[in-house]
């Protein structure tokens, strides 16, 4: 096998996955609605259902008793119909019985209340008793279902989320911590810095989670604890596939992640999955950000769940073939645009496109979110022919599966560095846009059609040219000294302004920032300005600079105020007191540059400084063709062959030239050489 293209999902399954949430248990009064079902999963060209999610009520109606005819019944059906089940455990959603006779189960809020029965993701990931039962009918299912041959993934829970502060989750952790800190309070209480306004703790019996009528200005230990949180959801989702990996040792597992959800850290998961796979649910149709700008900021979140697990394809486990009902405005999706954002999820390595929902429900709170078979029931409807539009595309790019995305660029986005952000108090208390801010960035490589990985701090740098690390507020130990041997080794690092300020537990460097980047970057920041809303600074190119950059820029929010010590000064800021101080350097270590943006500053000044580098590093484009707005190319590969996505999100049409080269559009069979049009949300996949 080539050493670029990774086997299947499904090793059994040698095809591009195609299907949804399916939930029959729903319709059990009425199962003629199952082979209709059935008919409309082949028609649209779906291949595949993740099925039992939120049914525990259905499978265990009450305590040990158990019922699983219904979904036998389906899993058969599937099986008859060349129909493959991605089957889930229930945890995500408990029954009612369980509520009333384990309280313990049930979640208590930050305020110290403990919630009632109802809603969903509403557990106590510490209880025992939620554990256990969470086993039993893990076990239950595996043992039934582990020789069936429509079985060919594990869906575990859904989209883990949200925090308990029982006594059960408090005991917990208070043991965390003493294993953090090594049993040792007074590290604790120095990490923490809890001589501030006299917090220091004498005993760990003293320490309660974060909340709103008690403790919640220890940046440290909120800190701490969302890191628990993460570690606490983690130990129990081991606990659920525990009884799947004896029964089932060979299917795969994976859960659904939720993009940049801030509330868990998806690095500390990657490796207990066999596979990544996630939500997504652009606004098409916003008036706050135009489509095109919001496919860059997806593809930024495709971008991050494919390095979770270092390029292996990923998948695309819920979106919608219509509208989504939580939206503030939820709009239909327009002609062409839901063939268009598929292909975008495959075209940054998904190997599936699959939905939320396969069919709509009659009552309950998504009963207006989009589906494929709407409450007429069949398939004369707009967005069945474009769900099967998907499906006949798919079909057609089966070489595409396993194939890898070759980036050259990485751009850091650590879920723990934006936790510490959140929590400072200050330099300003709104628009700190960490995430923002790393989605800008990532977005001028996404326009010119270059390949970049998302990655943590803690992932190996030294196998891309270009290292982007914006707002690298946080340093673990050792990053700033592994990304000084990536640049002393000939790769290029940019960071930004707010950058090499606190340690792992948030205390401030000393000595001067951007603390253990200094040498690195052959600067010393003295002082951070921060605009008010609508003001900004000049920023201009310096005269004769070695990147040959020229213009006038606007800064806003912030100003970083650094002197140069060993750096070049590429740009300077024009106006207020420190007209003349550094906005932009770059500073030569070992064989390559370091350089920092000291403002935030308009897009117009990211374009121009990225092409510029790129240029310098030769980086790689998907095509060689200048793209027109709202127009990405992006690349699949095993080392052999290329196939190149180019998709437009934009609602006028739009010329792209490819020059000399020969290219086969793999949706049609035409051929395309010199320049071609994409009409409005438009597509191609080409291969040479």
Known sequence: MNKLRYPPIAPAVPHLLHGGDYNPEQWRKTPAIWDEDIRLMKLSGCNAMSVGIFAWAAPEPN????DFSWLDTIMDKFADNGIYAVLATPSAARPAWMSRKYPEVLRVDANRIRILHGIRHNHCYTSPVYREKCRIINAKLAERYKNHPALILWHVSN???GECHCELCQEAFRDWLRQRYDQDLEKLNHAWWTAFWSHTFSDWSQIESPAPHGERHLPAMVLDWKRFVTDQTLDFFKHEIQPLRELTPRVPVTTNFMG??????????????????????PPWGTMEISDWELASRHSFLHDINRSLKNGKPFMLMESTPSVTNGMHVARLKRPGLHLTASLLAIAHGSDTVQYFQWRKSRGGWEKFHGAVVDHCGNEHTRVFRDVAEVGNALKKLDMVVGMQVPAEVAIIYDWENRWAIDSASGPRQEQKHYEETCIRHHRVFWKSGIPTDVISMDCDFSKYKFLIAPMLYMLRPGVAERIAAFVKNG?????????????????????????????LLGIWSEELDVLNDG???????????????TGDYKAHIFCDLIHAETAEVLATYEDDFYAGFPALTRNRYGKEWAFYIASRNEDAFLDLFYSKIISELAIKKTLDAVLPEGVTAQVRTDGEQKVVFVLNFTQEPKTIGVGSPVFQNILNDDTITGTFELPPWGCVVLKE
């Open 63 to 66: 305590e040990g008793e158990f």
């Open 159 to 161: 989209e883990y989320s």
């Open 260 to 281: 940049t959800y801030p509330g868990l850290n998806y690095w500390k998961f990657a490796e207990f999955l066999d596979v990544i796979s996630w939500d997504s649910y």
């Open 491 to 519: 790769g290029t690092f940019v960071t930004t302004y707010w950058s090499g300020i606190v340690d792992e537990t948030d205390l401030c460097f000393l000595g001067g920032f951007p603390g253990p980047l200094r040498e």
């Open 535 to 549: 003001e900004t600074r000049s920023v201009l190119a310096a005269g004769q600079n070695s990147l040959n950059l």
